[in-house]
């Protein structure tokens, strides 16, 4: 998951706060805080928060193939494309069945 996150562009400060979650900050043009959680099942669902300015995004994926990645907030023209580049990183740790 690590490795997902440091894809999205330079991380500042990274934590684990549960087996299935992450903080992070990220500085863009202007500092962003955010958490990522893992949902695995069937479709594993990555939900990536982002607080001030808001946005939420989502990524699905099932046996190792992309299903959807989407992002919504103000910052949505800047990250949904970085979510899809990063989401190749997802969906190999997917296929391997690991996401630490």
């Given at each position: 998951?690590?490795?997902?996150?440091?894809?999205?562009?330079?991380?500042?400060?990274?934590?684990?706060?549960?087996?299935?979650?992450?903080?992070?900050?990220?500085?863009?043009?202007?500092?962003?805080?955010?958490?990522?959680?893992?949902?695995?099942?069937?479709?594993?669902?990555?939900?990536?928060?982002?607080?001030?300015?808001?946005?939420?995004?989502t990524i699905r994926v099932?046996?190792?193939?992309?299903?959807?990645?989407?992002?919504?907030?103000?910052?949505?023209?800047?990250?949904?494309?970085?979510?899809?580049?990063?989401?190749?990183?997802?969906?190999?740790?997917?296929?391997?069945?690991?996401?630490?």
């Open positions: 998951m690590e490795s997902f996150i440091n894809c999205l562009g330079k991380i500042v400060d990274l934590s684990r706060t549960s087996d299935l979650q992450w903080s992070f900050k990220l500085r863009e043009t202007i500092l962003l805080t955010g958490t990522v959680e893992l949902n695995p099942g069937m479709v594993t669902e990555l939900i990536i928060r982002f607080r001030n300015p808001e946005g939420m995004g099932a046996q190792g193939r992309i299903l959807e990645v989407s992002y919504e907030g103000i910052l949505a023209l800047v990250l949904r494309p970085k979510l899809r580049e990063c989401s190749q990183i997802i969906a190999a740790s997917n296929r391997k069945g690991t996401y630490s």
